[in-house]
C-alpha cells in the first residue's frame, strides 16, 4: 500500500468533511440571527447542513455513511467515558431529590416507549402490516437517549428485520434535537408573554477559566515528559479498551445460552457499551483516588476541565455524524408512523415532563421544566442551554439535579433495557412489554407523587 492511496485516507477525508461543515456552521449560527435565535447547537446545525449536502451527487459520493455511523457508536462510550473518569467532589443537593428526577427521566423514557409501540402496534396489526411493530421503542432511545443509543439499537432491529431501522431512529434522534430547541424556544416565549418566566437576554461577561481548573498543584504539570491532555485521552482510550476486553468475554459466555444468546443478549451488550464504559471508567476512577490517597501515588491524574473538553468534543462529533449518516430515502416507506410518532411523543412528552415538574419541584417547576424538557428530547447539553435562558447563573438545583440523576436512572432504567430485545421477538411480546411498561409508569409516578397522595390519604383518614 502507497501513502497516497485513498484507503490510508478514508478517516482523514471523513473527518476532514465533518470538521469543515462544523466550522461552516458555527459561523453560520454566529452570523445568521433565526438561527441563532432557535438555540440549536451547532454540531445540529451541522448535521443538518450535511443532509443537505447529501442531495448533491457529487458530494453525497464523498460521505461515507458506514463511517459516520461507527464513529457515532464509539463517540457515545468514549464520551460517557471521559465524564465518568472526572474527579468527583462532595455531593451536593438533596439525595431525594436527585433520585426523583432519574425516577422522572425513567418514567418519561416509559411514557415515549409506551406512546411509540402503541402507534406501530396499531398500524402494524392494521394499515401497515409489513411494519416492524416494536419500531416505536426507538422513540424513548431517539427522543431520550440521543443519536447514539438511536443508532445502536436502529441497527439491532434492522438485523431483526426492520427495514431503513438504523436511519429510522437516527431520524428520531434529529427530530428530537429540533423538539428540544425549536419546541424549547417556543415555549419560552409563550410562558414569557404570559408573564410566568423571564427570559436572560443579556449576554453578560464571559466565564474565565481559572488557572487552577487546568493545572492545580496536586496534579500532574501541565507539560513535562508528557503533555497533560495527553495523560486524559489515554485514560479514556484505556477505560474503553477495557470496556472491548470485557464485552468481548462476556459475548463468549453468551455462547453457552444459544440462540437465547446470540440474538437477544448478545446485541444488549453491545448496544450498552456505553455503560459498561461507564462502570469500566468508574472503576479506574476509584482506583486512581485509592492510589493517591495511600500516597502510592503522588498526584492527581485526572483533570476535570480537559474530561469535559473530551466529552464536549466526542458529544459534538457523535451529534453532526449521527444526523449526517441520516438516508431519507430509507425511511419513505415508514413515513407516516414516523411522523406520527415524533408529533405525538414530543407533544406528550411536553405534557408529562410540564405536569410532573409542578409536583416535584414546586419552588423552580419552570427551570426544572426546561432542564428536563430539553434532555429528555434531546441531549444533556440541549436541557443545559434551555436552561441557561431562565437560570443563567444556575440559581436553582436544577443543574444539579440534571447532572447527578444519571446514576439513579441507570438503575431505575435497567427493566427497559431488557424489554428493548424482548418486545422484537413477536406480537405477544409486544404487549407483554406494552403492559409491563404500563405498570413502570404507573409505579414511578405513586414514586413521585407519594406526598400528595400520602396527604390525601390522611386528609380521608381525618375526616
Given amino acids: 500500500m502507497n501513502f497516497w492511496d485513498s484507503e490510508i485516507w478514508v478517516a482523514i477525508v471523513q473527518f476532514g468533511i465533518i470538521f469543515s461543515i462544523l466550522l461552516f456552521s458555527n459561523a453560520l449560527r454566529r452570523k445568521v440571527s433565526f438561527i441563532r435565535k432557535s438555540l440549536l447547537p451547532t454540531a445540529v446545525v451541522g448535521g443538518i447542513v450535511m443532509l443537505i449536502l447529501k442531495f448533491i451527487p457529487f458530494v453525497q459520493d464523498f460521505i461515507d455513511k458506514s463511517f459516520l455511523e461507527m464513529i457515532t457508536y464509539h463517540t457515545l462510550g468514549l464520551g460517557f467515558i471521559a465524564l465518568a473518569l472526572k474527579v468527583r467532589k462532595k455531593r451536593e443537593g438533596s439525595s431525594m431529590v436527585i433520585i426523583d428526577t432519574g425516577a422522572i427521566t425513567v418514567s418519561t423514557y416509559v411514557l415515549q416507549g409506551i406512546v411509540g409501540l402503541l402507534i406501530t402496534l396499531f398500524l402494524s396489526l392494521s394499515l401497515m402490516p409489513d411494519l416492524f411493530a416494536s419500531a416505536g421503542l426507538l422513540l424513548p432511545l431517539g427522543f431520550g437517549q440521543g443519536p447514539g443509543q438511536a443508532l445502536n439499537f436502529g441497527k439491532i432491529y434492522q438485523g431483526m428485520g426492520f427495514v431503513g431501522g438504523t436511519d429510522f431512529g437516527l431520524a428520531i434522534a434529529g427530530v428530537g434535537f429540533l423538539v428540544a430547541c425549536l419546541g424549547g424556544v417556543l415555549i419560552l416565549n409563550i410562558w414569557r408573554a404570559q408573564g410566568k418566566i423571564k427570559i436572560n437576554t443579556e449576554s453578560g461577561p464571559r466565564a474565565l477559566v481559572s488557572p487552577m481548573e487546568v493545572d492545580a498543584p496536586e496534579e500532574i504539570p501541565l507539560t513535562e515528559s508528557i503533555d497533560k491532555f495527553t495523560i486524559q485521552m489515554a485514560f479514556v482510550v484505556f477505560s474503553y479498551f477495557l470496556t472491548y476486553l470485557i464485552l468481548v468475554g462476556l459475548t463468549e459466555l453468551t455462547t453457552f445460552?444459544?440462540?437465547?444468546?446470540?440474538?437477544t443478549i448478545k446485541p444488549l451488550l453491545w448496544g450498552f457499551n456505553f455503560l459498561f464504559g461507564v462502570l469500566v471508567a468508574t472503576i479506574v476512577g476509584t482506583v486512581l483516588r485509592k492510589l493517591k490517597s495511600s500516597t502510592i501515588m503522588t498526584r492527581q491524574y485526572p483533570n476535570n476541565f480537559m474530561l469535559n473538553r473530551i466529552g464536549g468534543f466526542m458529544f459534538d462529533i457523535?451529534?453532526?455524524?449521527?444526523?449526517?449518516?441520516?438516508?431519507?430515502?430509507?425511511?419513505?416507506?415508514?413515513?407516516?408512523?414516523?411522523?406520527?410518532?415524533?408529533?405525538?411523543?414530543?407533544?406528550?412528552?411536553?405534557?408529562?415532563?410540564?405536569?410532573?415538574?409542578?409536583?416535584?419541584?414546586?419552588?423552580?417547576?419552570?427551570?426544572?421544566?426546561?432542564?428536563?424538557?430539553?434532555?429528555?428530547?434531546?441531549?444533556?447539553?440541549?436541557?443545559?442551554?434551555?436552561?441557561?435562558?431562565?437560570?443563567?447563573?444556575?440559581?436553582?438545583?436544577?443543574?444539579?439535579?440534571?447532572?447527578?440523576?444519571?446514576?439513579?436512572?441507570?438503575?431505575?432504567?435497567?427493566?427497559?433495557?431488557?424489554?428493548?430485545?424482548?418486545?422484537?421477538?413477536?406480537?405477544?411480546?409486544?404487549?407483554?412489554?406494552?403492559?409491563?411498561?404500563?405498570?413502570?409508569?404507573?409505579?414511578?409516578?405513586?414514586?413521585?407523587l407519594r406526598r400528595k397522595i400520602f396527604k390525601k390519604m390522611k386528609g380521608q383518614e381525618g375526616v
Fill in 257 to 263: 445460552l444459544g440462540d437465547f444468546g446470540e440474538n
Fill in 318 to 448: 457523535m451529534v453532526i455524524a449521527s444526523i449526517g449518516a441520516i438516508e431519507i430515502k430509507n425511511i419513505g416507506h415508514v413515513i407516516i408512523p414516523f411522523l406520527l410518532i415524533c408529533l405525538i411523543g414530543g407533544f406528550v412528552s411536553f405534557l408529562y415532563v410540564n405536569a410532573i415538574c409542578k409536583h416535584v419541584y414546586p419552588s423552580y417547576r419552570y427551570q426544572a421544566f426546561f432542564s428536563m424538557f430539553g434532555m429528555l428530547t434531546g441531549t444533556a447539553s440541549t436541557g443545559m442551554i434551555l436552561l441557561r435562558e431562565v437560570d443563567p447563573n444556575f440559581e436553582t438545583p436544577a443543574a444539579t439535579n440534571l447532572v447527578l440523576q444519571n446514576f439513579p436512572a441507570i438503575v431505575f432504567g435497567f427493566p427497559l433495557m431488557l424489554l428493548l430485545t424482548f418486545s422484537p421477538l413477536g406480537t405477544l411480546q409486544s404487549f407483554i412489554t406494552l403492559g409491563i411498561l404500563a405498570l413502570m409508569f404507573v409505579g414511578f409516578n405513586v414514586l413521585l
